[in-house]
């Protein structure tokens, strides 16, 4: 009886959690395709973000979508740190997104991937941060609308530099000296990221280098490159470095939670940076390696971009225009209210009182003296390429000019196929 | 595949009396009985295994970049590419390493709990789901929480604080690959993992030698421990060794979630799965480089196994006991 009945029991309840797994996995389907059945009000988009650090930027951006009546927007909101593998590999499918935010790339042109803004942007076009337009400019034609520009740069603590003796540095020696001296049993002296990719352009620009030239060439293979990173390798193994912490550059948590003393990072953490440090807090612009150089900022940001293969291209760039283009309180909004970011908009930018004065002032000139913008002909596997270089021989101790030429090798590879 | 035969066999088969009763008329066939049950198994294997398999061996001919379905013909120069490529052979190189040291460890350490859980009096069912409950955890979940909590380089990280007990200076386990710690991270993570299931196996295993083998052993004056696991234990083993060896093999190469985690954008530290990934899935989306790739590893796969079945038996029943 009773084995019975336990039999039965457990068949019962095996059936219940197939059932569950079942209905589970079908839900999952119905819910994460992230296209209705089309029976809503007008058309359905759907838009891919990387997810944003800081809080209240997801549900600003379903907002702004809720607000749109032509068409129903659903927001994808993309976690984790491979955003762009995420994108290229669902952009092959029929589950690509109708628009999505990245940065301006010449193969997703060339491949017919995005398409042609030049018509929504035209009567803008001279309101528009013009080094903005020009780094989505192909051929005459505007491919992407800008959003943000984010500039990245150190932040340090006055008071740790103050007290070991150190004035904010100069060189890429003088950076390497401070973290030595900046470096105690419990603080770090600097934080580069976890992987050191974030400062892989900053080295170039401020080696007096570039990454292609006008003529997109190879521009980065040059002795002050080389140098410089021979310097980043003796700065990885001097042990003055932060690694492997939990959160990575993007993240001001190392330097608020006192984990290292100076941090590489970017415009859009500076309201938290300033809510747990205070007034004990300056920035300074990646400093010049070799006698050559001169100091840079990497000004990068992100762009809406329209999926030309997508079912509603029409669609999806009147939603484009809409936002990104009419609505300027909603991109003010995004810009300023939750990270700091400049808003490529020049009339916004002139009206936006949060990045008049003080720090994030000084943030808006390091972006307009020493900022770098991408170059569209910079695509994606020539940075994987760069970011190979570092793991070889600033992480890995290879020969920098060994790792610079296998990256030639790759570049010169897809200029051929970009450029001919 | 022996029980479709059985249909063709006529008398036997039915063993009810001629006048039951008619049924449902779907129950009145073995065949359509046979084929409702295994169809949705076959389906499943045709669609998600044979297919795909099939497909990649296509690809693998063809030019396929953002595409899959290619139109170049390119003929073996995706071979040629994938096997000159450095980094595929090196991840060649990589997951060697990583079976030398995963296999026969995980293989000790599952062997070891379940001596221990066996001989357990009480609270035995406790230690073995203690033990058993890792294995429901997933990689990506385990990768994580190794990677931000036990083995991160600040100095509130679990392994960095018990060294700093010891006055040792907190170490990057995974930024750094000299000394390359990494290999620490990813073999404790998998030995957390998988240990709990093997162990399971490695019990049932152990419950099911006759206890008259000691017994008698103990007659004939073999001393308990050493002596019985060495020359009763072990060799009543050997099946299940066996097959927990090739499992793990498999689940060696099948290798992807903790690499994938726990090393981003390394050049080193790859095995293949995730060296694929990369070339196919990339940037590049080389879906004919990444194919060509697939189907040398499945080969590899398949001749690893076939050989490995050769030496230790695995598969010949009764007879490898």
Not at chain 1, 52 to 55: L, P, Q, S
Not at chain 1, 352 to 357: E, G, P, R, V
Not at chain 1, 393 to 398: D, E, I, L
């Given at each position: 009886m009773s084995a019975q009945s336990s039999t039965w029991d457990r068949r019962s309840i095996l059936r219940a959690a197939a059932g569950l797994a079942a209905a589970g996995s079908l839900a999952a389907c119905g819910g994460n395709n992230?296209?209705?059945?089309?029976?809503?009000?007008?058309k359905q988009l759907v838009q891919y973000f990387h997810a944003?650090?800081?809080?209240g930027t997801e549900q600003a951006i379903k907002r702004y979508a809720q607000a749109y009546t032509k068409a129903d927007v659903t927001t994808q909101w993309i976690t984790g740190s491979n955003f762009e593998s995420k994108l290229f590999a669902s952009l092959l499918?029929?589950?690509?997104?109708?628009l999505f935010e990245f940065h301006p790339q010449i193969q997703l042109v060339r491949s017919g991937q995005v398409a042609d803004l030049t018509d929504i942007i035209e009567p803008v076009k001279?309101?528009?941060n013009q080094a903005d337009i020009q780094s989505h400019t192909v051929d005459g034609k505007i491919y992407g609308v800008r959003m943000i520009d984010d500039p990245q740069f150190f932040f340090y603590r006055k008071s740790m530099l103050e007290k070991a003796g150190?004035?904010?540095?100069?060189?890429l020696d003088e950076l390497i000296e401070a973290a030595a001296r900046l470096t105690t049993s419990k603080v770090?002296?600097?934080?580069?990221?976890?992987?050191?990719?974030?400062v892989i352009n900053p080295l170039i620009w401020s080696a007096g280098?570039?990454?292609?030239?006008e003529k997109n060439e190879?521009?980065?293979?040059?002795d002050g490159v080389v140098e410089g990173l021979r310097k980043m390798r003796k700065l990885f193994t001097s042990g003055d470095l932060l690694l492997?912490?939990?959160?990575?550059?993007?993240?001001?948590?190392a330097l608020n939670q006192g984990l290292c003393a100076i941090q590489f990072c970017g415009m859009w953490a500076m309201p938290q940076f300033q809510q747990t440090l205070g007034d004990d807090l300056g920035i300074m612009p990646f400093p010049k390696v070799g006698d050559a150089g001169r100091p840079s900022v990497y000004n990068g940001g992100w762009s809406m971009f329209v999926n030309?293969?997508?079912?509603?291209v029409d669609a999806a760039k009147e939603y484009v225009k809409w936002l990104w283009i009419d609505q300027k309180k909603y991109q003010e909004d995004w810009a300023t209210s939750y990270g700091f970011h400049i808003p490529p908009r020049t009339s916004i930018a002139r009206s936006?009182?949060?990045?008049?004065?003080g720090l994030p002032a000084e943030g808006v000139q390091l972006f307009n003296e020493y900022g770098h913008f991408d170059n569209?002909?910079?695509t994606q596997a020539m940075i994987t390429a760069t970011e190979n270089v570092f793991a070889d021989?600033?992480?890995?101790?290879?020969d920098p000019e060994a790792a610079l030429d296998r990256c030639d090798k790759t570049v010169n590879a897809e200029l051929k196929k970009l450029f001919g | 595949m022996s029980t479709t035969t059985t249909r063709t066999v006529p008398g036997p088969a039915p063993a009810e009396p001629a006048k039951a009763r008619p049924r449902r008329?779907?129950?009145?066939s073995r065949t359509v009985a046979f084929w409702l049950f295994a169809a949705p198994f076959l389906i499943g294997l045709t669609v998600f295994v044979y297919v795909p398999i099939g497909w990649s061996l296509y690809l693998s001919f063809f030019e396929a970049r953002f595409t899959v379905?290619?139109?170049?013909f390119v003929g073996l120069d995706n071979y040629r590419q994938i096997l000159s490529d450095t980094h595929f052979t090196g991840s060649l190189v990589t997951f060697t390493v990583f079976a030398a040291f995963i296999v026969p460890t995980t293989w000790a350490l599952s062997l070891g709990l379940a001596l221990l859980v066996n001989r357990l009096r009480f609270m035995r069912a406790f230690y073995r789901s203690v033990f058993f409950?890792?294995?429901?955890?997933?990689y990506v979940a385990a990768s994580l929480v190794w990677k931000m909590s036990?083995?991160?380089?600040?100095?509130?990280g679990l392994a960095n604080t018990v060294l700093g007990l010891f006055g040792v200076d907190n170490i990057a386990w995974l930024a750094n690959p000299d000394p390359p710690w990494y290999w620490l991270v990813i073999i404790t993570a998998r030995l957390w993992l998988q240990s709990g299931f093997y162990m399971i196996l490695f019990l049932a295993a152990l419950q099911n030698i006759p206890q008259e083998l000691y017994e008698a052993a103990a007659i004939d004056g073999a001393k308990r421990g050493w002596q019985t696991f060495r020359y009763i234990t072990l060799p009543q083993l050997r099946a299940t060794s066996t097959a927990v060896v090739l499992l793990l093999l498999v689940a060696a190469y099948q290798a992807f979630d903790e690499f994938f985690n726990l090393l981003s954008?390394?050049?080193?530290?790859?095995?293949p799965l995730v060296e694929l990934y990369y070339t196919a899935l990339?940037?590049?989306?080389n879906y004919g480089k990444g194919s060509a790739g697939a189907v040398v590893l499945t080969v590899l796969i398949c001749v690893v196994t076939l050989f490995q079945g050769r030496i230790m038996g695995f598969g010949r029943g009764e007879e490898s006991k």
């Open positions: 992230g296209r209705g059945d089309g029976s809503g009000s007008g944003y650090g800081e809080a499918t029929d589950q690509a997104p109708d001279s309101d528009f150190v004035e904010p540095p100069q060189t770090k002296g600097l934080f580069l990221g976890n992987d050191l990719h974030a280098a570039d990454t292609l030239n190879i521009a980065y293979h040059t492997d912490a939990p959160a990575d550059f993007w993240d001001p948590s030309a293969k997508g079912r509603h936006t009182d949060k990045l008049k004065s569209i002909g910079w021989c600033v992480r890995k101790g290879g | 008329g779907l129950r009145g379905t290619p139109s170049d409950l890792p294995t429901a955890c997933s036990l083995f991160n380089g600040v100095r509130f954008k390394t050049t080193w530290g790859r095995p990339g940037q590049d989306q």
